[in-house]
């Protein structure tokens, strides 16, 4: 028999012959009948280690010996299927006899492939018919084949008519036998919609397509025209007997007759039963069922029973099966009421003497169940069925044909099934109740709804801390229910244990108060300390406090305490002693200092600032050194900051000729006296060689100056202040008015007239309050004395005038009231803004009369009057022109938003009215919107414009609307530009008509025309029009500029010199082509003239780089190659790691190193090129080199071959792979074609850990080896 050897064992025991290779005699391997190693037989790699079958490989073909692995595989189908078809030359649909593979045809078959996934080959036969050829799995290239059919041939169509009712058998289910028929013909079948009344299918596709499903279809109709249906009304009540217990009556009657019998379930109130199939087969089927029925007509008698509802469902049994096997055992069939209706009668149908039995049955069913009730407290129901329902569980896997129900809130538990197992449930649910009852108690706190949440704890942690103390559960209810009542259910002394302390965290809960501090938020960091370490401190001598600060994000200032009362009290007061501290020691001052002396204050090492900083307890912040700043800035009490100022100037006292004055000056007046940003203060500073002035803080209160500084300069600055002060006294003397906030608008009158007299004739500022302001009423004058007590009598009388009201009355004509009262009264509601809140009323429509009424202060009613009678004269003088400009320029006259027309009706106090659109045919366009004399005498009404107002101001705004109209200019343009204008996707254009506001059309790339048209309003036409022309003479220059610079020209130089005038990654070249501004382009490949460069740019540097390149040739050009015969293996130590020692011996010879490939014929042959004397100092050198090498290349072999004697197993172990395999006459085990013979792969290398790791130790895979891919 055949050994199997697996591949473990085989190399489990090469590696114990390589281990123990000194004490074994040595082994031949052979296999039987083969001719032993010596005499040359060498097995393949194959035969000395036959594959295992691949999991679903194709069997191998019949009659072939069974494998050295066991017994032959059974074929499997092959999954990929291969179609071949033709396209005749007459149905081709491209007949494009260019190029094959390049048309039409080439790019439908790439389209069908990448969406069907089938591989498809295309073939010219020679009638020039085609041949395709589809493979793939089977649906794919059903589909590809269809698709095919549809494209690439020419389609014919045909028509086949069938019987209408036959029209769904061939569309079938879902349409799927439609799908399957389209794709089997590769045709499309077009089937009419039931409402349509032909019954006329149409195909198309190919010929053969057409015949093939044309087939089909007939051979469809044939077989329905062969089937039958037919319908028989039988009473409902005897379908039971029918169909037979289980359907097994009418099923045996189908198979007998072949025809298909349907009768309506129970549930289904009909009486009719469909017989289908063949003709001769459904009358079978019908005579059988008329006999049975007309038996059982004959025999059968019924009775009816009463049985309570609530046993239906025993009778029915799950899914009707016990109605069944009642019917199958006694031959009666039990009809029952529908369990939705009331009634309890059950009828029973049969024949008499099997009567009786059945109605035995129908009574041990309906007893054969009984339902009984066990009462139990609520509460208790929750121990019965058990942590995860335990306790019931056992009940009901014990006897799993009980069902227990409890139900919610009440008492009773319901117990359903089987008489005899309901007792025995029952009376151990009772057993269990007894047992609880016993053990279990219960109580009911009432516990305010808030402290729920409290009790719980967080995730629960308070609640099931008490659970499992005392073992008991806690029930407390959700927050919906809005419900106090808590209830612990256990062990009775656990209950009352639970109950206490639940209470006693209430009371302590009530006892809780929770206070908010307001702390800034700057402090929250120094209160909670690095790592929370102050807070820690807080918190542990105030244990029972929770204190919680808001997150930094929410920019709250509110720090919540809650504990019990006394505690959050005293908790309280000591933060707020902490922040007060805190508050008082981050008082900070700031002090300026002379620059100069920044570095005497700090001292030696920094030793003054820190005998300043101890001694006063203060932090003092000093400016870098590089910034311009002079403020020293102290932090710490107040007190203590005030010293260290101190201490910081008197050092600065001694240091210079530093003074100190201090000027009394009123407070109201600093600000004035800073000025804006400091500049006032800071041009006496600096005029006075560098004082410092120093102002109290805002809001102290307090009227010192402090100049500080050298002796004179002070005395100047303190001057220029007084001064300065002085002359803002003087100007900043300030009265105040009240005057009803109606009144201002009238009192600055219109457009600010009113005010800027009384502020021409007085000289004082007038300033009113700001919508935001608190004070409305408040006017406040400022100025020089006499000027605002001037301004102050001049507006008190104007106000007293406004509050003696009068009444007047004036006459308008109705007709104008209209214009006064549309728009919600707008003119009015203008006028009592305008005039002090004067009242306006017009007299009601209808009521004809004249006279208006105006109501308000004096000097208002005068005014308005004026005003109403101004507003009558425009209306009087009102006129309507029409200027006539064409509708599609309408939109451009608006403007964006109609801003435009706003901004003429607003100057030119007009109103403008455009018609409606007319979007019939319009006249033919004008040039340069002028109007023909033809449209002249009839414009049409859409281009009619109306403009309302007085006739000098209609005027004008006519001609603001005409120089509105667009125009166009036509622009000379080369056509060649076009495309350069337009720019990329059309960015140059988009840009001009941006900022020129105009219109450009540029004519079709087709037309070739010059012409560019310009539309726009006149002054932007100009100016696009010079922009235009301006952007032209850019690219002409450009044009010419390019046309220069593509001077080319060629050179001839031999191509051998190419790689070297190229250099390595083309640096020489780049360099030539950047000193020269030029493009440099080398032969192709497949060139014809290999010799040939071609430089091109701007002629000049053309020629100097063609010197250049000429000069780079002559050098080459006297280079010399040479060739030296060098031992392969010093060539590694020649070269150097990463060629580095090679690279600088080419440098420093100036010669080309190049070493031979390996593999070639000559190994050890190395060329070298450059100029004859360097070429020969460098062959010198190479020698001297390869002789230095060799005495180490010699040594390193004596050595190896006395350290690893040549031995049968050790020598070539790798398969004749090694260097020198014919050195000895032992070659271990060796096979043919083995994979790491291949080309490309080497044989594997014992010594590495990579290929033969050691058992247990992970080895980071370093590639891939001949081996494949590893397994771990």
Not at 1111 to 1116: K, M, P, R
Request: aromatic residues 4%; charged residues 30%.
């Amino acid at each position: 028999p055949t050994s199997v050897i697996h591949h473990h064992d085989v190399i489990l025991n090469f590696s114990s012959l390589l281990n123990h290779h000194h004490f074994l005699p040595p082994i031949i391997l052979c296999c039987p009948g083969c001719v032993p190693e010596d005499e040359a037989y060498i097995p393949t790699y194959l035969e000395a280690f036959p594959p295992l079958p691949e999991k679903g490989a194709p069997g191998e073909k019949a009659g072939e010996p069974a494998s050295a692995w066991g017994s032959k595989i059974r074929p499997i189908k092959a999954s990929v299927i291969t179609q071949v078809f033709h396209v005749p030359l007459e149905e081709r649909r491209y007949k494009d006899n260019s190029q094959f593979g390049e048309g039409e045809e080439a790019k439908v078959c790439l389209d069908i492939m990448q969406r069907t996934g089938a591989h498809i080959e295309l073939s010219l036969a020679k009638d020039q018919g085609l041949s395709i050829m589809v493979t793939g799995k089977l649906d794919s290239v059903m589909k590809a084949r269809k698709e095919i059919v549809a494209r690439l041939q020419t389609q014919a169509s045909a028509t086949v008519a069938i019987p209408k009712e036959h029209h769904r058998f061939v569309i079938g289910k879902n349409g799927e036998k439609l799908q399957e028929l389209e794709l089997k013909t590769a045709t499309k079948i077009a089937i009419p919609r039931p409402d349509d009344p032909s019954a006329n299918i149409r195909i198309t596709g190919t010929k053969e397509g057409i015949e093939k499903a044309r087939h089909e279809i007939l051979l469809i109709s044939a077989e329905q025209d062969k089937r039958a249906v037919e319908r028989l009304s039988l009473e409902k009540a005897f379908h039971p007997f029918i169909a037979g217990a289980h359907n097994r009556l009418v099923q045996e009657l189908s198979q007998e007759t072949g025809a298909r019998i349907s009768i309506p379930p129970p549930s289904l109130p009909k009486d009719e039963i469909v017989i289908t199939g063949e003709k001769e087969a459904v009358a079978l089927a019908l005579s059988r069922i008329r006999a049975i029925y007309d038996d059982k007509k004959r025999k059968t008698t019924t009775i009816s029973v009463e049985v309570k509802k609530s046993q239906h469902k025993y009778i029915v049994g799950p899914k009707g099966n016990t109605l069944q096997e009642i019917l199958e055992a006694t031959g009666v069939s039990v009809e029952m009421p529908p369990l939705d209706s009331s009634s309890e009668t059950i009828i029973l149908r049969g024949e008499p003497d099997k009567l009786g039995p059945a109605l035995t049955q129908v009574y041990a069913k309906a007893k054969s169940v009984m339902v009984v009730e066990v009462t139990a407290p609520a509460w208790l129901h929750r121990f019965i069925i058990g942590k995860k329902g335990q306790n019931i569980g056992r009940i009901t896997q014990q006897l799993p044909r009980v069902h227990i129900e409890f139900t919610d809130g009440e008492e009773r538990i319901s117990l359903e099934g089987p008489t005899e197992e309901v007792e025995q449930a029952q009376a151990q649910i009772q057993d269990i109740i007894k047992d609880l009852l016993v053990r279990m108690d219960y109580t009911e706190v009432i516990i305010d709804q808030r402290f729920h949440r409290h009790l719980i704890g967080k995730n629960g942690a308070n609640i099931n801390r008490i659970k499992e103390q005392y073992k008991v559960s806690v029930r407390i209810p959700q927050d919906s229910e809005r419900s106090g009542l808590v209830r612990i259910e256990g062990d009775p002394k656990g209950v009352q244990l639970a109950r206490r302390e639940l209470i006693e965290m209430v009371q302590r809960m009530e006892n809780e108060r929770t206070k908010d501090l307001i702390v800034e938020q700057k402090y929250h960091r120094t209160i909670i300390g690095q790592k929370g370490e102050k807070i820690k401190e807080v918190r542990d001598k105030f244990p029972e406090v929770i204190i919680n600060f808001p997150d930094p994000a929410q920019k709250s200032d509110i720090v919540q305490l809650r504990g019990p009362k006394n505690e959050v009290e005293k908790c309280a007061k000591f933060l707020q002693k902490i922040i007060a501290d805190l508050i008082e020691n981050s008082f900070s001052l700031s002090v300026p200092i002379f620059k100069q002396f920044h570095k005497n204050i700090i001292g030696k090492g920094g030793a003054n600032i820190k005998k300043i900083r101890e001694e006063t307890n203060t932090k003092i912040d000093l400016p870098t050194e590089n910034s311009n700043s002079e403020m020293i800035v102290i932090t710490g009490k107040k007190c203590n900051c005030e010293a260290a100022r101190d201490r910081i100037l008197a050092i600065q006292r001694e240091l210079a000729n530093i003074k100190e004055a201090e000027v009394t000056i009123p407070a109201k007046l600093h600000n004035s006296l800073i000025g804006s940003k400091g500049c006032l203060v800071r041009s006496i500073m600096e005029e006075c060689g560098g004082v410092h002035i120093h102002f109290p803080s805002e809001g102290s209160g307090s009227d010192k100056v402090t100049i500080r500084g050298p002796a004179g300069e002070v005395e100047r600055a303190k001057r220029q202040l007084l001064q300065l002060a002085e002359e803002k006294q003087v100007n900043n003397f300030t009265a105040e008015l009240q005057a009803k906030p109606e009144y201002h608008k009238f009192l600055i009158g219109r457009g600010g007239a009113n005010i800027r007299r009384v502020r021409d004739r007085t000289g004082a500022r007038i300033i009113f309050p700001s919508p935001d302001d608190t004070e409305q009423e408040l006017i406040t004058i400022v100025g020089r004395e006499e000027a605002v007590r001037l301004a102050q009598k001049e507006l008190e009388t104007l106000v007293k005038n406004l509050d003696d009201v009068v009444e007047d009355s004036m006459v308008v004509e109705v007709r104008h009231h209209r214009h006064f009262v549309c728009r919600r009264g707008q003119v009015l509601r203008e006028l009592a803004e305008e005039y002090g809140g004067v009242a306006v009323s017009f007299p009601r429509t209808g009521a004809h009369s004249q006279r208006v009424t105006l109501k308000g202060a004096k000097d208002c009613v005068e005014a308005a009057k004026r005003r109403i009678q101004e507003i009558i004269e425009d209306l009087e003088s009102q006129v309507s022109i029409e200027v006539a400009i064409l509708q599609r320029y309408h939109r451009a006259v608006m403007g964006p938003k109609g801003c435009r027309i706003q901004h003429i009706t607003r100057e030119h106090e007009v109103q403008i009215k455009f018609p409606e659109r007319d979007d019939s045919q319009e006249a033919p366009p004008q040039e340069n919107g002028e109007v023909s004399p033809d449209a002249e005498s009839a414009p049409r009404k859409c281009d009619v414009i109306t403009i309302s107002g007085r006739a000098e101001k209609c005027e004008l705004a006519k001609t603001a609307l005409l120089a509105l109209v667009p125009i166009t200019v036509d622009v000379e343009v080369s056509y060649e530009l076009h495309r350069y204008i337009i720019g990329q996707k059309g960015s140059g254009i988009r840009k001009m008509m941006e900022e020129y506001e105009v219109n450009i059309w540029v004519p079709q790339p087709e037309q070739q025309s010059d012409v560019i048209k310009v539309t726009g309003q006149i002054a932007n036409v100009e100016r696009a029009k010079l922009g235009l022309l301006e952007r032209v003479k850019e690219l002409q220059a450009e044009q010419e500029d390019r046309a220069l610079r593509s001077f080319k020209a060629t050179m001839s130089v031999d191509p051998r010199f190419h790689p070297k005038i190229i250099g390595r990654k083309g640096a020489v070249i780049s360099q030539i082509r950047k000193d020269h501004d030029v493009s440099i382009q080398f032969p192709d490949k497949g060139d014809e003239q290999q010799d040939v460069i071609v430089i091109s740019g701007y002629e000049r540097n053309v020629e100097e780089a063609r010197q250049a390149i000429q000069q780079l040739v002559a050098e080459l050009q006297e280079m010399v190659s040479q060739d030296v015969h060098l031992d392969p293996r010093t060539h590694a130590r020649i070269i150097g790691a990463r060629g580095k020692a090679i690279r600088k011996l080419m440098e420093e010879f100036k010669v080309d190193i190049r070493f031979p490939q390996p593999g070639s014929d000559e190994p050890d042959k190395v060329t070298v090129t450059g100029l004859p004397e360097t070429v020969d100092n460098a062959i010198d050198h190479l020698l001297n080199l390869e002789e230095e090498y060799m005495l180490s290349v010699t040594e390193t072999e004596t050595m190896a071959a006395y350290m690893k004697p040549p031995s049968r197993y050790g020598g070539g172990g790798g398969g004749g792979g090694g260097e020198d395999s014919s050195a000895g006459p032992a070659k271990g085990f060796v096979v043919r074609d083995a994979p790491w013979n291949a080309p490309g792969n080497k044989a594997p290398d014992m010594s590495s850990a990579e290929d033969f790791p050691t058992f247990g130790a992970g080895v980071a895979p370093k590639q891939t080896s001949a081996w494949g891919p590893k397994k771990f």
